[in-house]
């Protein structure tokens, strides 16, 4: 079958020749439109439930919320892991979720279990979904910088301008708002004003409520037009709040609000910080990638947003960038395509030396590219994005896939050395091809299907190392598909002119002369090279056991993550003044960049997270 395929192929040469173009068409604007990342995504399909439960302590929290929620996630289907945590008015419950899993079908099925446990949850306790990101949707950081704004003023235009702003870039699941202060209209209540007018609590509650709404009433017909009547009764100022009116006394003067309390703008309870660069707290936004996103796009179209955002700051107030991965993301893609390249031209070079004529060495160097567009048109369309692991099971197969080629090649000349020009050239061509195609083809594919056994591969460390087996074996099986159908077309048209024999090429005399003894002691001392292979074997024990091993090594992306834990019942005073002391350490002279910190806290687990931009 393989020797008809030559044969069609070289028959019909410009169909071959027309299917490669489209091919390298297909390849390079599916090479543009693949995502880029710098390591493959290695978490779980994970659905978070998040669920507020303001002034409950962690236990009520846990008995409340937590447990129904983590009983009915239970019976989710696919769910193989549901872990809850409990918090000072915050509940998180964990669902993880068998590997294959689609997240987006996980979250409608979590979704229909939420609506059945409702009824179990406390009254105005509404549980919401996590954002559709994953473990390191984490891909940009910023922070807002004024010498003329408070804390709380910066958080405000966090919150209120660029988080819905951000929130509408294409990719982007969540926007998070971190440090300063979230301004609160606080109403401060004398209970013993309370007892003078006998007033319960609950009636300051319901009158602040029913003073914050707008209601409507029927139509009024003027002038041929009918006119709406509503009556607008939103809380816009702390006036509003001081004219509430709670009843009348004995006298039948009107009790308002301001008579039995005290109304500010104060901030809301705090459970996180963040400091900048150990000097001072900071107001900073986190934004998170959706599931599935091109991370290198996503982060190009919130820095282009943010540029055109800062026309609309008030003036004074500066963003900086904290956190940016396309720096990893781009180093990491810059240093693979360098290592393609010096592979290619090395491959190159070696096929010039040992054939000693440049256009039978393009047939063998044309085969790299086209293979390499080749895994990129699978990639496309199978959601694989382009990164270290990707790109390295393209780095590995390099060497390989042009193995066919050089054979075929150096074939075709021993078949002109021989023939001495009696055969017209296409049917020398087609001999020779012929001769060790369907050998080449089968040994490439071979190699192809020597990565199976990663494809066996589950949970974390299958989805670490199969976009490597998937890419390897891809451009392995294009130069394949390649080696029986344009290299033939190509020899033909290129190995022509004055071919020098093999016994006249420097290089290859120089081999022969050292491989031919090499070759003949061997065989004469069998047994003997037997028991030292044995022997080398034996001895590979040794390093075996005393290596280490770890999942995958250190990738060095520029950053330090620096986590903390600290005792329980920590107070967010001591964890800020914390947070500042290490800060500072870490950005010790003689070091250039950017130094974030944030703190986050609760009543039993308290940790530190500071991530430094290392210059």
């Not at 306790?125 to 996590?130: A, C, D, E, F, K």
């Not at 060095?556 to 005792?567: A, F, K, Q, R, W």
Request: charged content about 20%; hydrophobic content about 45%.
């Amino acid at each position: 079958m393989i020797e008809k395929i030559i044969d069609l192929s070289i028959k019909n040469k410009f169909l071959v020749i027309l299917m490669t173009v489209f091919v390298i068409a297909a390849g390079t604007h599916a090479m543009l439109k693949t995502p880029l990342d710098a390591i493959p995504d290695l978490s779980d399909a994970q659905v978070i439930v998040f669920t507020e439960y303001q002034g409950q302590a962690p236990q009520v929290v846990e008995d409340q919320v937590t447990y129904p929620l983590t009983t009915a996630m239970l019976s989710v289907p696919f769910a193989k892991v549901v872990r809850g945590y409990s918090f000072f008015g915050i509940s998180f419950v964990y669902i993880i979720f068998e590997d294959g899993t689609d997240l987006y079908w996980a979250r409608s099925r979590v979704m229909e279990y939420l609506n059945y446990v409702s009824g179990r949850l406390p009254r105005d306790v509404t549980p919401s979904l996590g954002p559709d990101a994953t473990g390191v949707g984490w891909v940009y950081e910023y922070t807002l910088e004024s010498d003329r704004h408070d804390l709380a003023q910066l958080r405000s235009i966090q919150d209120w301008f660029l988080r819905y702003e951000l929130a509408g870039v294409p990719g982007v699941a969540e926007v998070a708002s971190i440090g300063g202060y979230v301004k609160q209209y606080q109403v401060i209540v004398d209970p013993n004003k309370l007892i003078a007018y006998n007033i319960p609590l609950q009636k300051i509650k319901m009158a602040v409520q029913r003073s914050n709404n707008d209601v409507g009433g029927k139509l009024v017909e003027m002038g041929e037009t009918e006119f709406m009547v509503r009556g607008l009764g939103y809380i816009k100022s702390i006036d509003d709040l001081n004219n509430i009116p709670l009843g009348v006394d004995q006298k039948g003067t009107p009790i308002l609000l301001r008579n039995v309390a005290v109304i500010k703008i104060g901030p809301e309870l705090r459970r996180g910080i963040a400091d900048d660069n150990g000097t001072g707290e900071t107001v900073g936004g986190i934004v998170v990638m959706r599931y599935g996103e091109n991370a290198l796009q996503v982060i190009k179209n919130v820095k282009k947003r943010l540029e055109q955002l800062k026309s609309g700051l008030p003036e004074g107030v500066h963003l900086k960038s904290v956190y940016d991965r396309s720096n990893l993301i781009l180093r990491a893609v810059d240093n693979l395509k360098r290592t393609l390249i010096e592979e290619s031209i090395i491959v190159a070079l070696v096929c010039m030396v040992f054939l000693l004529h440049f256009r039978s060495a393009f047939v063998g160097i044309f085969i790299l590219p086209v293979a390499v567009l080749i895994s990129f048109i699978i990639m496309e369309r199978q959601g694989i994005n382009a990164n270290i692991m990707s790109l390295g099971g393209i780095a590995i197969a390099v060497g390989a896939m042009v193995d066919a080629a050089i054979v075929m090649i150096e074939n075709a000349h021993k078949h002109i050395e021989h023939d001495g020009g009696k055969k017209p050239h296409w049917d020398l061509i087609a001999d020779a091809a012929k001769e060790v195609g369907p050998s080449l083809f089968f040994s490439l594919l071979i190699i192809a299907v020597s990565f199976l056994p990663v494809f066996m591969l589950e949970a974390q460390e299958g989805r670490l190392f199969r976009p490597l087996a998937f890419t390897k074996t891809y451009a392995m099986v294009g130069s394949s598909l390649l080696s029986v159908t344009i290299v033939p077309v190509l020899m033909g048209y290129m190995i022509r002119g004055k071919i020098r024999p093999e016994g006249k090429n420097p290089v290859n005399r120089f081999l022969i002369w050292i491989y031919h003894p090499v070759i003949k002691l061997v065989l004469k001392a069998k047994i003997l090279v037997v028991l030292l292979a044995v022997l080398v074997l034996v001895m590979s024990y040794i390093p075996w056991k005393r290596i280490g091993s770890e999942f995958m090594p250190p990738l060095n992306e520029g950053d330090l993550l620096y986590m903390p834990t600290t005792l329980p019942g920590i107070s967010i005073t001591k964890a800020k003044e914390l947070l500042q002391q290490t800060d500072r350490i870490i950005a010790r002279p003689g070091r250039d960049g950017h130094r974030s910190g944030a703190a986050f806290h609760d009543r039993d687990d308290h940790y530190a997270e500071t991530r430094v931009r290392m210059a």
